[in-house]
């Protein structure tokens, strides 16, 4: 089994910048793919990115690209979101998660994940 814990949400205006991490633990997640959903109230869950387990490939949700960017340190065991230009729609829960299967168009699927962290609040408001 392997548990994943979120961190670095918080509240911030809009156009800062936010650095969410996900620590793995439990086994390696370094032969995973890594990523990030988010969950507004009301709404279903969404994907924000995902990372290849070198992380030499990368997919994004068209509403966070060029403002996002998903990256990893394998010998940290951890995941990062880094979170710029926020914007209020921006606003959720934060949530990673982890999958056996490789990087593909699934890859921005719920079901493709097994393993998921249990999120982290970001706010933006002025």
């Known amino acids: 089994q392997v548990q994943l ?3 670095g949400g918080g509240s911030v205006q809009p ?3 936010l650095r969410l991490s ?3 633990s439990g086994r390696s997640i ?4 890594m990523g990030w959903f988010r969950q507004a109230p009301g709404k279903e869950r969404e ?3 995902a990372i290849s387990w070198n992380g030499g490939s990368t997919n994004y949700a068209n509403s966070v690209k060029g403002r996002f960017t998903i990256s990893r340190d394998n010998a940290k065991n951890t995941d990062y979101l880094q979170m710029n230009s926020l914007k209020p729609e921006d606003t959720a829960v934060y949530y990673c998660a982890a999958s056996i299967w490789r990087l593909s168009r699934k890859s921005s699927e719920v079901g493709s994940y097994g393993y998921w962290g249990q999120g982290t609040q970001v706010t933006v408001s002025s």
Do not use: T
């Not at 370094?30 to 793919?33: N, T, Y």
């Open 5 to 7: 814990v979120e961190s």
């Open 15 to 17: 156009g800062g910048s």
């Open 22 to 24: 996900c620590a793995a």
């Open 30 to 33: 370094s032969s995973w793919v």
């Open 47 to 49: 994907f924000v990115a």
